[in-house]
């Protein structure tokens, strides 16, 4: 039975993690067909936007604990756990976490490896891994780190604290927060927003954006010139330019 659902909506998917009873915890099983479920709509050039949410109740509870209360360290690192996490990191095709409930440990890590996210008032974020005896292991003390800063990130991951929507929102690591019953259209209509813009600009500046994580003020600088000409080179960039003075709707091609 699968885990995941998959819904397409003209040119954005809709991904949704499927483990109700479990409150969408991140099981082996599950991490595997998210992991295929994004690449296949990754190959496919119309979908240009991505949604990944949960339920109301729950984004995820993070790690499936029973599943790891049975592993050893050998079979994580055979599972190739980091891999699927870099897969996810590594899509071209924007991603939004639509976030409702609780959103945990890695949980709370897979909403950080989206693009953008959006909440509804009654998310909760949190790392509560050392009240387990174990650590975030998927960028959980680095993305959070830079997303909310040191102090957060320590009060966080070492005391177990939650953060509201509202208070992640202050803190830089939302987008967006909406009404409870509004979490999963607003994420919707973030992701059509992105889909109608140049493809290929998209791409790039996602990319330059992620730069500014992982690299020097000045190396960021050089990359967003180089992605700029590419941009500028683009069909779509040509389309984009000669649209707006023949005020018209552009027709991007992703070329
Ligand atoms: N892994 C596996 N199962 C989980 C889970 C997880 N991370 N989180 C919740 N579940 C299961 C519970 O075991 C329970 O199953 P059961 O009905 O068979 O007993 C079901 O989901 C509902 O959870 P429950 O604890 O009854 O709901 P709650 O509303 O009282 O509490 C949470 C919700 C999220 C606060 C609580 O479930 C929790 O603390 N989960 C673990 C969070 C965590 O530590 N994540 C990091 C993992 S490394």
């Given at each position: 039975m699968s885990v995941v659902k998959v819904e397409r909506d003209g040119s954005i998917a809709v991904v949704l993690l499927d483990r109700p009873d479990q409150l969408n915890a991140l099981s082996d099983e599950l991490m595997d067909e998210l992991v295929s479920t994004l690449k296949e709509l990754e190959r496919?050039?119309?979908?240009r936007a991505i949604v990944l949410g949960g339920s109301e109740r729950a984004f995820a509870a993070g790690a499936d604990i029973g599943e790891l209360a049975q592993s050893s360290a050998i079979d994580l690192y055979y599972q190739r756990r980091i891999e699927r996490w870099d897969a996810i990191r590594g899509l071209w095709t924007p991603l939004v976490a639509a976030v409702s409930g609780y959103c945990l440990g890695g949980g709370c890590e897979l909403a950080m490896s989206c693009d953008l996210i959006v909440a509804s008032e009654s998310a909760e974020f949190g790392q509560p891994e050392t009240g387990l005896g174990?650590?975030?292991?998927?960028g959980g003390t680095q993305r959070l780190t830079r997303a909310v800063g040191k102090a957060l990130a320590m009060d966080m991951i070492l005391s177990g604290r939650r953060l509201t929507a509202r208070e992640a929102l202050a803190a830089g690591l939302v987008a967006r927060v909406v009404a409870k019953e509004a979490w999963l259209d607003e994420a919707k209509r973030v992701a059509r927003a992105i889909s109608e813009k140049g493809p290929v600009a998209t791409r790039l500046a996602k990319e330059s954006v992620d730069r500014a994580f992982d690299s020097t003020l000045s190396t960021g600088l050089e990359a967003e010139r180089r992605a700029l000409y590419l941009a500028f080179a683009s069909e779509d960039a040509e389309e984009g330019l000669t649209a707006f003075t023949e005020k018209r709707k552009p027709e991007f091609k992703g070329r």
């Open positions: 496919d050039q119309a979908v174990i650590i975030p292991g998927a």
